[in-house]
């Protein structure tokens, strides 16, 4: 039911890229289309396969479109994305099947597609490979492109928007996404999505300011609406009332002045007042991040996600393509250091929330180090162009979701015989590469003594770690309020990790979301972290928070921390210190987790 009067409504989702947007909603009507059911007289079945066939080839030309318009921008970073989904156009099962239940059903076009969509789908439930799995959400991105082709719906397109308008939609394709590129839409927001959807990641590539995951906007709000979008906090204001749109402007002015004014610590050391230095390093998905790497003045590269590599593709990367892309990111990234994390597939990687209400336990299945130890061949290939590319540079490899010594121990035996065929080949590689570990399994902590021993170095990935020790799915929308990274049970795991690795002589980083995030600095310092990796939108704000610090308040605020019972006195405790020394920025809470991204 939409409202009839305009009353000022608050909507909370996910905040993608940090800005604040005040402009007139466009509600695109991208909800699911039913398809008809038609029996096709047996003369006419010839002629629906044709409007079949023209509904594919229709769908390959605009998506082949959106590319152009994304390479013609300069844009060429997230085009893989509708790479995939031409490839999907090709795909036997869907487009030739379909064709086969018109012919020998007599059905329509519209209903036999929906028979296959529903087919394929099956088949990718079905499969143990929790990457091809994920593949479904782009099937159903092509499969409604087709439909509305079929159905003469895809009339409204976004680049038909005269005005400049902030769309709202149930869901966006991530091709619709890249047709917004520098277009009349000046930011978006939808019911659908998380922080890692394919959405999510195209608008944080275009840095469009984006709200996606917000449930219910579409039910609330009507075209022609005023919005407020807070790409930061995820806040949606729909027709705020004038002192409203003044507070925000305001809030617009001092963000802009504020990102002006933390420019000057691209330069600047990560340096406490008292001289404690600590690493600040970007994370990064593709190649095409660099740039902006070396423009944030990281200090080198703490996370590169390769999963990324395995999805502008049919089949599985080669070699080369894992060498070519490695070799980039650590030329890019000399004389710096570029962390590269074998293969982290499964889990919530590329998964809606729509697709996870189906799996059984995604996050705990057969996931990154498991599948890689699985999957040997597959996982020497990574290896082996992840040595190639460390004669080009500085390279560490890192294993994620190591859960006992047992893992470490094959993953280094298997790396050894990679080593081994290297040298019998007379290829060059860094001997001494460093190898570490992700600590984000709660069982890794309590043996993070023994592992120390087997590793040169740790990397605590929060965003698993709190997942698995809190019991809160780390993309499950209902739950998301109980996601704490300042829950003493969070904060003493981190601590015991520190400790292990200090007393084994090796370097602790932090490369999950709450290395980024403001608010934790202090404690992170405290808790003697050595490196923090980051997305670069963080890498100015977390330089300005720990320069503004001693070592020794950080340590007596963990220390505090540490006597209180719950993530809110902790917080409140943090806040307290942080608005202190800065007054302005802190005046006011946001969710501290959605809040720089
Ligand atoms: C983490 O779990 O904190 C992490 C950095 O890895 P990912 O988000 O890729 O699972
Ligand atoms: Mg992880």
């Not at 993608?16 to 005040?22: F, K, L």
């Not at 509600?27 to 008809?36: M, S």
């Not at 409204?156 to 009349?184: F, G, N, R």
Request: proline fraction near 4%.
């Amino acid at each position: 039911m939409k409202r009839e009067i305009k009353k000022t409504q608050f909507i909370k989702g996910i905040g993608v890229t940090p800005a604040i947007i005040i402009g007139k909603a466009y509600l695109l009507d991208r909800g699911k289309i039913e398809a008809p059911a038609r029996v096709i007289p047996e003369p006419q079945i010839l002629q629906e396969v044709a409007r079949f066939r023209e509904a594919v080839e229709e769908s390959k030309k605009q998506l082949r479109l959106a590319k152009e318009k994304l390479l013609h921008e300069d844009v060429a970073g997230p085009t893989y994305i509708l790479d995939v989904h031409l490839l999907l156009l090709e795909d036997k099962n869907l487009i030739e099947n379909t064709e086969k239940t018109i012919k020998q059903s007599w059905i329509n076009a519209e209903w036999a597609l929906k028979i296959n969509l529903e087919r394929v789908r099956k088949v990718f439930n079905n499969i143990d490979d929790e990457y091809l799995k994920s593949r479904k959400t782009d099937i159903d991105y092509i499969g409604e492109r087709i439909l509305r082709n079929l159905m003469g719906k895809d009339k409204e397109t976004i680049s038909q928007i005269k005005e400049e308008v902030i769309i709202v939609a149930h869901d966006l394709s991530p091709a619709d996404t890249a047709q917004m590129a520098k277009d009349k839409v000046t930011a978006f927001v939808t019911d659908m999505g998380g922080k890692t959807s394919h959405t999510a990641i195209m608008a944080r590539s275009l840095e469009i300011p984006a709200v996606v995951g917000s449930e219910t906007a579409t039910h609330h709000i009507n075209t022609g609406d005023t919005l407020i979008v807070d790409g930061l906090t995820g806040v949606v204001v729909v027709n705020p009332s004038p002192e409203i749109i003044q507070e925000y402007k305001e809030r617009q002015r001092a963000r802009q002045k504020m990102e002006r004014e933390l420019f000057q610590y691209r330069d600047l050391p990560a340096e406490t007042l008292d001289g404690y230095r600590v690493k600040v390093l970007a994370n990064i998905e593709l190649v095409e991040e660099i740039p902006s790497v070396l423009q944030h003045g990281a200090e080198g590269i703490g996370l590169y996600r390769t999963e990324y590599l395995y999805l502008n593709r049919k089949d599985l990367p080669s070699e080369e393509d894992h060498f070519q892309a490695y070799k980039k990111v650590v030329e890019a990234t000399h004389p710096h250091s570029a962390v590269i994390r074998t293969l982290d597939i499964g889990g919530d990687k590329f998964m809606s929330h729509m697709d996870l209400a189906e799996e059984m336990n995604p996050a705990m299945g057969l996931r990154a180090v498991r599948f890689s130890l699985k999957e040997v061949d597959i996982f020497k290939v990574q290896l082996r162009a992840i040595l190639r590319s460390s004669a080009y540079g500085k390279v560490k490899l890192m294993v994620p979701m190591i859960s006992g010594a047992t893992e470490i121990r094959e993953v280094k035996k298997i790396l050894t015989e990679v080593r081994l065929s290297l040298t019998a080949e007379g290829i060059p590689f860094d001997p001494q590469m460093e190898i570490g570990i992700m600590i984000e399994v709660p069982s890794a902590v309590t043996i993070a003594d023994i592992l120390a021993k087997e590793v040169d170095f740790f990397s605590v990935g929060t965003n698993d770690l709190i997942q698995y020790s809190l019991a809160i799915d780390r993309v499950n929308e209902s739950v998301t309020h109980l996601y704490e990274p300042l829950h003493p049970a969070i904060l003493r795991l981190v601590k015991e990790v520190v400790k292990a690795a200090h007393g084994a002589g090796i370097k602790v980083a932090m490369c999950g979301e709450m290395a980024g995030e403001p608010l934790y600095v202090p404690i992170l310092l405290g808790l003697e972290l050595d490196e923090l990796s980051m997305n670069v939108l963080s890498i100015f704000r977390v330089k300005k928070i720990l320069r503004a610090y001693t070592l020794r308040e950080c340590k007596s605020l963990v220390n505090a921390s540490l006597n209180l019972s719950t993530p809110e006195e902790i917080e409140e405790l943090v806040y307290a210190s942080l608005r202190i020394k800065f007054p302005e920025e802190f005046r006011e809470k946001y969710n501290s987790r959605v809040a720089v991204q």
